[in-house]
């Protein structure tokens, strides 16, 4: 992965957090950073699948499915770490 490819992934990861929050219903207990972060490693972790799916968007445009698999993996990943992260503060 090139440095631009690795920017574009920051970039495209912060996005991706925020939708794989809104996908997720309810209210989730993570602080807005954590939700980025979750986003930048959905990113860089639905590219990955998407890759080894044999997805290329070879024919240029929107990669609709890159950005979808992002999405699942990210609304996945926000709903374990709030869960993780709204138990960590309960006591029994």
């Known amino acids: 992965m090139t440095i631009t490819g690795i920017i574009s992934a920051i970039i495209v990861g912060l996005i991706i957090g925020a939708l794989g929050r809104l996908v997720v219903p309810g209210r989730q207990p993570i602080p807005i ?4 972060i979750i986003g930048i490693v959905a990113a860089f972790i639905g590219g990955f699948i998407a890759s080894a799916l044999g997805y290329g968007n070879a024919n240029g445009g929107i990669p609709w499915i890159l950005i979808l698999i ?3 993996v990210a609304a996945i990943l926000v709903v374990i770490t709030a869960n993780l992260y709204g138990r ?3 006591r029994r």
């Open 33 to 36: 950073w954590l939700t980025l």
């Open 70 to 72: 992002q999405v699942i």
């Open 88 to 90: 960590r503060g309960v």
